[in-house]
Structures are given as structure tokens and as C-alpha cells.
């Protein structure tokens, strides 16, 4: 973040008339960021969060705060409005709008100066929550409002929000912890605004002495709020999270310093765009605990709030039982349900925190002793071990999403989830809000809440392709602002105003409070270019709906089975817009985004490109459209999105199946069927290995390939092994005696079999080792290669002759185990949804990895496998579809009854290989930075450890990147066993 500004940029004037793609050269002259008005962006631009979609001119993202001048006052030349963005998870619409939005989290994400002594820090806005409290945690500091959305959620827009968070009856909100804002205004103007300080200097070069624009606005602040000072005490909330319009009550008494930084939080960037920010830091709690209170309904367990808050907590969260189903059998969240005792209807969640542990065990025992005297509570979990209370913040997390994740045209939808009421009174208050829905014939989707401050979140079931329930949202909105009214609170407790609830501004505030908050617009904005229709002679909330009466989806005959969602429409409008996928540093997805931090390549943006192509709205026609590649190019149909996104978007069948529409029309080209038909080569090369191996590792060879296919030289072709896995399978004896447990089939999967039949070798001795019987019937290729080339009509032809030679097995629940996930977990996901028959569910049923399957075993049974001791560190790497579909945690189970703490899972997200992905030479560059995010750092700082994994393709990666010797973990398995 810069000190200072100057300005060396002379602008000509743009005429408003000047046409639009005149407007984007200016833009791309005057800038060093990256000016998108193409038609893929602006519909990737057109929505966020919210119910809302608006298509933008185009869309920026600036370099840095020059950058931002120039724009501003370019755009303020040619007259087009300005949304300002960060990671675009707000659910009132307030990132979506006309003319120009402006990405600050692509490249505006620097932190920067870090004061231990004064306890702050300097940041840019696109700065990422998390990386933020990352770098900060071991000086012992945090930045402590803390939103659900922190993976990705960025300080420019939780400023822009005023968020707040669970803990906030402890920390406050953002507005308390920021102690200096550099602003551009809406003429371009680029001013600092520091708290304690009644004026601070502009930056810009003709203002140096603060008596301009920043003398002005606080002057201007000063004079609104003695005139309407009385009007403020009578009509503002007198609860904390009152956060409607502009913050005139936080700008103190009459003849106080006024500090504009108080009244720009939570401004939702209509009064100008925040470049950077100093924020105050605090120390981070040293014990933590987390008690678990079971009720017996909502209404009980919101009743028990106020006896919570005696014991002085830092949050009390409530959760209520459908979000609670919802992460039931969940692949992500059922091993931390650890905590749901009783199987409760609605918990609360309270936090504590203490200097020592002796301090934190006095408060759980004096809550746990208090509750044991509330007939209502039902069970108290205490829960004191740091990863497991992150387990109970994982659910909670989780709640948003999984209300949105509901099959069908009706939705939970965000309108009036944002109210806030005095805790003291949100029992009565909820059994209210749950009286309106209930004759309005409406679903509640769930309640949760930051009980500790009186904010209920409450998603309503409508389908809002229907205008009488586009109707109804409109009259239970009324509603629920009069019921707040009444009970002193407001409509917005931290979600901002954005376009579902500014027209409610004045019904809560009153005509002058309204004509004071026009009055600070004009003082910022003159013009009303910055995110024009919030706050501010508002939008109405029943226009510009994503899903309107209007919206259309256009029905295709699919490969895969759709139904459950309606077609494939449906399953791409699932995209809830939360921007899960946007997280950094953690989980999977979205391993491309996680690199090029670019909007285009997140799972949101591809789902909305679908839908769009899918629709009768926005710029992308249809499927045939050529700007959907764009979109599609990199993702690694990695599967982590069908876990990992709240809402459970499965992009890599939706891509699967946008390819074999691709296919039907236009058929498959050179590459995809090179790429496709890997297998068939394989099997025939195999005959001839040694001279198939001394070509294909030849330059020529390699040079032919990258020409001929694309296909990069640096990259390895595998070689293949001397003798084959059923070679050696055939010249196996077969046992007399029948094992103990019975039969087991081994899936023999093409990498496998032609290229590491060692890893199957030690798979076959493992499962004997542990009691079973071996079989390995000769079923052929899974169909993994065609169904990643969208080949879906030979895949399903695939699929049905290894359904067949299964059948059998499965139907006497025999099962059937494979090393290679990609191929094994294809019987588990692509089958059934290919294939509507019984006996896809079946095999489905039974087939799974070996890891999990040995995992499972000894879980139940620890003797079953007796290994030695490891002589080094054993670092395991994980398949994404194994991440995806069945999780890690038996596999974690695994090494530890194997290796005790000499093994460890890697905490990496994708390897970037996925399959052909790698190979691509267009790919290779974004294949190993994925690499580099957490895998081969990992790899590299432990050099004596013995890396394993269980995919052929993290194999490959880990070997040509990291130059390191990689097993399968069934061979490291396998040599240790007594």
C-alpha cells in the first residue's frame, strides 16, 4: 500500500456517448490492470452471492490504487457507474451492477506494513481474511472479525459490509478495528481518512493541506449529524448489530470529532473504494472451549441465550436440526458430528475463553452446572481439544451453503436473513418470524443465528421463477421489517443493504434520516457513479432477479442423469454463488482458481456460464458457444466441488457432459481421441515393452507428440513394465484352502496393469495378508479415459460390459477394491448417474479403495494386520476423488495403525496432474504451480521421508517436479507387514 499518490496521468475527456468498446480502449490505455468487456466476464460479473444478476459494461481489475484513480476518473468522464468487489459472497446484491465492476481481489491483495509494537497492520483490499489471520498468528495477533466466509472473503469487503462474525458480542465489528482508510472518491479524488484525527491530508497533489475534498466531507459529516442528531437517537436501533444505511450514529455527540472511517464501514462501496487500510490487531485468545447445549426445539434453545450471556462468553452460536441432517452421511462433515449428543432438534454452541486452562475449565464447569438446572436443555458436550472445537466450527461454517443445497425449482432464498433483534428478546421474536412464514405457507430452510447478538439468519423456501412468489418474498419482507420494528431492531444485522432491503431503508429510519443519508452520498459522490441503487434511491428488490418470472432453461437430452435436479440446467443453477471455491490454502477446490486467482477459473464461474448457456439470459447463447471453453479450459475435473462447494455443484460431470455435447455435434477431435483411447494403446504396446519403452523416451518421440497432440515434451511417457500385473496373476498358484473372510475382487485398472504392476502385487498380498481370497477377473478399462474427453456414449458402452462382469460378485456382496481412485470410484459416481439400472447401484455399493477398504477393517478389528515398525517419516498423498467421494479419514486411520505418528497425510490440495490435465502444454506452467501450493513444499522439506500416494497421475507429478522416488502406499503397506 502506498504512503503517497501522484498523479503524472493526463486524462483526455471521454464523451458519455463515446460506445463501448472505445470506452474499454481508453480504460486498457490508462491502466495496468486488466480491463475485461468481453461477454464471458461480464456474465461471470452479473451476479454474486444474492438473488440478483445485472450484467455489467465490463469488468476491471486494477493493479493498484493508481490504477483505481484513473479508472474512477475515467469512468467519471464517460459517466459509467462503478461497483466495487471484493470476493463477490454478498447476499444482499451489493457487487452486482451497471457499467463497471471493479475486481480488487485479483492483484490488490498485498499485505504490507506490520507494527508489532502498535499492534497493527497495512493492507490492500483483496487481502484474504484468512491468509491475513495466517501471517498474523505467529506474532500471536489476529485480525478478530471473523466471518463464515473467511477462506475468501476480503478486508476491502468486510469493510465495505461492516462484518461482523461469531464472536462480535466479544470483538466487535470491523468499524472498531479499523483505524485508517485510503479512499478514491467518485471524482477521482484519492484521500486518507484516520481515526483521531479530524482531517487527514489528501494524497492527491493539488491537496496537500486537507482543506479539500477531506475537509469538506468531514465538515459536511459534521453539520449532518448536529442537525439530525435527535432523529438519530429516536430511529436508530438500539441493538449492536444495527448496520442499515449510513452509520450516522456512530459519529458521536454533537461537538465531537467526527471520524469518517465510522461512516464509510459498512458503506457498501457507495461513497467511494477503499485502496487501503491500517486495521488494529489483537491478541489471539490463548484457551478456548466450546460447550454444547442440546435443546429440544429452536424456540428453547434461543430461550437459553440470555442465561449464556451471564457467563460472559466470546460466542453463542445456535444451529438448528435441518442444518444438522444436512451434514449428516456428508463426506466432509459426518466424522465431526462427534459432538451432537442426544440427537438434538437445536444447539448452542458457546465459546469461552480464558488466560489459562485452569480459567477455561472453571467457566465450562460453572455453564455445565447452570445448564444441568434447565429442565429444556436435553444434553452438554464439552469440548476442549482444539481440533475437534475446530470440527464444531466446520459445521457451523457449513450452514449456509447446506441450506441453499436443496434439490427443485424452490430455494432457500436470501431476503430477510439478515434481522436483529436485542437477545433478550429473540425468543419471542423468532416464534414470530416463524407465525409470518407459517401463514404466508412458507418454509423456514433452517435457523441459525449469532445468538449472542440477537442475529437470526432465516432462508424462506420460495420458487422465485413464480411471480406470486416473487409476490410473497415482497410481503413477508414487509413483514419481518414491521416485526423488527417492533422489538427495536433492524433488517440488517451485517449482510448489508445492497439491493434486497435498501427499499426498506426509509419504512425503518423515517424521510429524514433518509434525506441525511442522501446528503452523505452527495458529499462523497456528487455525480452517483459508485455503486449507484443501494442505499440510495434503491433499486426495487423484486427487479433484476437471477431466477425471475422471465428466466427460462432450456431442456437437452443428457448422458448422465440430471433428473434429480431437474436437467442439467438445474444442476448448474445450484450455484449458490458463495464463492466457496474461491478459498486459498486449504481443501481442494478449486485447485486453478487457487493459482490464477482469476474469477473465470472458479467453479462459480464455470456453473454460471452453464447456466447462462443453459437460459434464456445473458451473453452466452448456448452450449455451443465458443466462450464456454474459455471458462471450462482449466478446470481438472478434480471432483472436489461435488464435496467441497456448499451446494454440491458436481463440475466435473457437468463438464463431462458439456464435452459430449461438444462430441455429438462437431465429434471428438485429434487430441481427445488420442487421449481417450490411451488404454486400447497400452494394451497393445505392452506386447512389445522394451522397444515401446527406448522410442517413447526418445526427443523425436516426444517432439512428435507435442506437435502432433499438444501434448508437452518435458513431461515423461510413462514406461511401461516388462511383464504385465496379469501376466504375473496368471503364473500364480491358485489356493486349495478357502481364507477366512472370504472372497475379495481386485480391480486391475490400466496403470496398474501395464505401467506399476508392483503396486497391484502388493495390493493382492495385503488383501491376503488380511484373510481374503483373491480375485481378479480380466473386466477391462473402467472408461475413466472417455468419460474426461466426454466420450459418454462409448463410456456407457464401457461401463455396461464391466457392470456385467460384476454384477455377480456385487449381487452376493463380494468386494470389489482398486488402487487406482480415478478408476475404482468411476463403479462409485459416473456409473450410477450413466447408467439407471440396479445393478450400477450395486457395484456402486461395494467397490471401493484399498486404503479405505484395509482402513475400515482395522478400525473394527486392529489385529487384523500386523505391520513393523517404520524406519523413516512416510508422507502420503492423497487422490482428489478419494478426497471427494470417500474422504481420508480411514486412510489417516490406515497409516496410523500401520506406521503410528511416522506417517501423516499430506495437507494438500490437488497435485495438478489430473490425468491428461498435466500433459497439456497449454496446461503445464498452471499444473505445477498447483503443485507448488502445498504438495511438493511439503514434499521438499521432509527429503528423508518415503512419499506415497495412491494416483498414478500425483505420482507422475511429484516425480518429474520434485525429482523425488514415489511408492504406491499399498507397496509401503505391503513390505511392512509381520
Known amino acids: 500500500m502506498e504512503a503517497a499518490f501522484q498523479s503524472s496521468v493526463s486524462l483526455k475527456v471521454v464523451p458519455a456517448s463515446m460506445p463501448e468498446p472505445a470506452i474499454a480502449a481508453r480504460l486498457r490505455e490508462a ?141 466487535g465489528r470491523t468499524v472498531d478495528h479499523v483505524l485508517e482508510l485510503d479512499v478514491v472518491l467518485g471524482d477521482g479524488e484519492r484521500v486518507k481518512f484516520s481515526r483521531g484525527k479530524e482531517v487527514e491530508a489528501s494524497t492527491s497533489p493539488d491537496n496537500r493541506s486537507g482543506s ?36 450516522l450514529d456512530r459519529l458521536g455527540p454533537p461537538g465531537s470529532p467526527v471520524d469518517a472511517t465510522r461512516i464509510l464501514c459498512g458503506s457498501e462501496g457507495t461513497l467511494g473504494i477503499v485502496v487501503g487500510a491500517k486495521l488494529a490487531l489483537v491478541p489471539l485468545p490463548k484457551h478456548k472451549a466450546l460447550v454444547v447445549l442440546g435443546f429440544g426445539s429452536v424456540l428453547d434453545a434461543v430461550g437459553a441465550t440470555p442465561r449464556a450471556l451471564e457467563h460472559r462468553p466470546a460466542a453463542v452460536e445456535l444451529v438448528d436440526r435441518p442444518l444438522l441432517d444436512a451434514t ?16 438434538p432438534e437445536a444447539i448452542l454452541v458457546v465459546e469461552l475463553f480464558g488466560e489459562s486452562e485452569a480459567e477455561v475449565a472453571q467457566q465450562v464447569a460453572a455453564l455445565t452446572a447452570e445448564c444441568g438446572q434447565m429442565p429444556e436443555a436435553r444434553a452438554t458436550v464439552e469440548v476442549m481439544d482444539p481440533i475437534k472445537q475446530q470440527d464444531v466450527w466446520a459445521i457451523r461454517k457449513a450452514g449456509l451453503g447446506l441450506l441453499m ?73 414487509e413483514r419481518v421489517c414491521d416485526l423488527a420494528l417492533e422489538f427495536g431492531g433492524t433488517l440488517t444485522g451485517e449482510h448489508g443493504d445492497g439491493i434486497v432491503r435498501s427499499g426498506f431503508l426509509e419504512r425503518l429510519y423515517g424521510p429524514r434520516i433518509i434525506e441525511a443519508f442522501r446528503q452523505v452520498k452527495t458529499l462523497f459522490d456528487p455525480r452517483g457513479l459508485m455503486n449507484p441503487g443501494k442505499i440510495v434511491d434503491p433499486w426495487p428488490m423484486t427487479e433484476n432477479l437471477r431466477h425471475g418470472p422471465a428466466f427460462h432453461e432450456t431442456p437437452i437430452k443428457t448422458y448422465f442423469d440430471f433428473s434429480h435436479h431437474g436437467g442439467m440446467a438445474g444442476a448448474t443453477g445450484m450455484c449458490s454463488g458463495v464463492g466457496e471455491c474461491r ?115 526418445t526427443g523425436f518421440f516426444r517432439g512428435h507428440v507435442e506437435r502432433a497432440y499438444g501434448l508437452d515434451r518435458r513431461l515423461p511417457v510413462p514406461r511401461l513394465a516388462r511383464h504385465t500385473f496379469r501376466q504375473w496373476w496368471s503364473r500364480q498358484p491358485k489356493p486349495t484352502t478357502s481364507r477366512p473372510r472370504g472372497w475379495a475382487v481386485f480391480f486391475v485398472d490400466t496403470w496398474t496393469n501395464h505401467v506399476h504392476p508392483e503396486a497391484g502385487i502388493a495390493a493382492v498380498k495385503l488383501l491376503e495378508a488380511a484373510g481374503y481370497d483373491v480375485l481378479c477377473p480380466d473386466v477391462g478399462c473402467c ?48 456409473y450410477p448417474s450413466l447408467i439407471s439400472a440396479r445393478m450400477a447401484r450395486t457395484v456402486a455399493s461395494v467397490s471401493t479403495t484399498l486404503e479405505t477398504f484395509l482402513g475400515r477393517l482395522l478400525a473394527e478389528e486392529p489385529d487384523a494386520l500386523r505391520f513393523r515398525p517404520a524406519a523413516r517419516d512416510i508422507l502420503y498423498h492423497g487422490h482428489c476423488h478419494q478426497k471427494a467421494l470417500i474422504g481420508l479419514e480411514s486412510v489417516g486411520g490406515l497409516l496410523k495403525a500401520a506406521f503410528n505418528d511416522r506417517a501423516r497425510v499430506i495437507p494438500a490440495g490437488c497435485c495438478g496432474m489430473a490425468g491428461a490435465f498435466g500433459h497439456l502444454k497449454e496446461h503445464y506452467d498452471v499444473s505445477r504451480a498447483i503443485a507448488e501450493d502445498r504438495l511438493l513444499p511439503t514434499v521438499r522439506a521432509n527429503p528423508e521421508a518415503v512419499v506415497t500416494v495412491a494416483g498414478f497421475s500425483c505420482r507422475q507429478q511429484i516425480e518429474h517436479h520434485a525429482r523425488r522416488p514415489v511408492q504406491h502406499v499399498a507397496e509401503v503397506l505391503a513390505e511392512a507387514l509381520m
Request: net charge positive; charged share 25%.
Open 328 to 343: 449428516r452421511g456428508h463426506p466432509a462433515y459426518e466424522s465431526k458430528r462427534h459432538f451432537l449428543g442426544g440427537d
Open 405 to 477: 443445497s436443496i434439490p427443485g425449482q424452490a430455494q432457500s432464498n436470501s431476503f430477510v436473513e439478515d434481522t436483529a433483534v436485542d437477545p433478550s428478546r429473540l425468543r419471542e421474536y423468532i416464534a414470530r418470524f416463524m407465525r409470518i412464514l407459517e401463514e404466508e405457507d412458507t418454509p423456514g430452510g433452517g435457523y441459525y443465528a449469532h445468538a449472542s447478538v440477537g442475529v437470526i439468519h432465516v432462508r424462506p423456501i420460495l420458487d422465485l421463477k413464480r411471480g406470486e412468489h416473487v409476490d410473497k418474498m415482497r410481503r413477508i419482507t
Open 783 to 830: 472408461g475413466r479415459s472417455l468419460i474426461s474427453q466426454g466420450l459418454l456414449a462409448e463410456a456407457r458402452q464401457q461401463a455396461e460390459m464391466v457392470l456385467r462382469q460384476l454384477r455377480g460378485f456385487a449381487a452376493r456382496r463380494v468386494p470389489i477394491i482398486g488402487i487406482e481412485p480415478s478408476c475404482v470410484l468411476s463403479f462409485i459416481d459416473e
Open 212 to 247: 479539500g475534498a477531506c475537509g469538506r466531507i468531514v465538515k459536511g459529516l459534521t453539520a449532518i449529524r448536529d442537525a439530525q442528531h435527535d432523529e438519530i437517537l429516536r430511529r436508530f436501533p438500539k441493538v449492536m448489530r444495527s448496520n442499515g444505511g449510513y452509520g
Open 31 to 171: 491502466l495496468r490492470g486488466d480491463v475485461r468487456f468481453d461477454p464471458l466476464h461480464r456474465t461471470l460479473y452479473a451476479t454474486d452471492a444474492s438473488i440478483y444478476e445485472i450484467v455489467p459494461q465490463g469488468v476491471v481489475m486494477p493493479k493498484d490504487g493508481e490504477d483505481v484513480v484513473r479508472l474512477v476518473r475515467l469512468c467519471a468522464e464517460a459517466g459509467l457507474a462503478i461497483t466495487p468487489r471484493g470476493a463477490g459472497t454478498g447476499l444482499a446484491g451489493g457487487a452486482v451492477g451497471k457499467g463497471v465492476v471493479l475486481d480488487l481481489s485479483r492483484h490488490m491483495n498485498h499485505i504490507g506494513r506490520l507494527d508489532l509494537e502498535a499492534k497493527t497492520v497495512e493492507v490492500e483490499p483483496g487481502v484474504v481474511l484468512d491468509q491475513l489471520n495466517a501471517a498474523l498468528a505467529p506474532h500471536g495477533l489476529h485480525f478478530a472479525p471473523d466471518v463464515a466466509t473467511s477462506s475468501r472473503a476480503t478486508i476491502g469487503g468486510m469493510i465495505a459490509n461492516n462484518s461482523c462474525g461469531a464472536h462480535s458480542v466479544f470483538y
Open 583 to 697: 478459498k486459498l490454502d486449504a481443501g481442494v477446490m478449486c485447485p486453478s482458481y487457487m493459482v490464477t486467482r482469476e474469477e473465470k477459473d472458479s467453479t462459480r464461474a464455470r456453473a454460471n456460464a452453464l447456466r447462462s448457456a443453459l437460459s434464456n439470459r445473458g451473453l452466452i447463447r448456448d452450449l455451443d458457444d465458443a466462450r464456454l471453453g474459455e471458462a471450462m479450459d482449466l478446470c481438472l475435473s478434480c471432483k472436489a466441488c461435488k464435496t467441497e462447494c456448499p451446494t454440491g455443484v458436481d463440475m466435473a460431470q457437468l463438464k463431462a457432459e458439456w464435452l459430449a455435447q461438444r462430441v455429438l455435434r462437431d465429434g471428438a477431435d485429434r487430441r481427445a481421441r488420442f487421449i481417450a483411447e490411451t488404454p486400447r494403446r497400452l494394451r497393445r504396446a505392452s506386447r512389445f515393452a522394451r522397444i515401446t519403452n527406448l522410442l517413447t523416451q
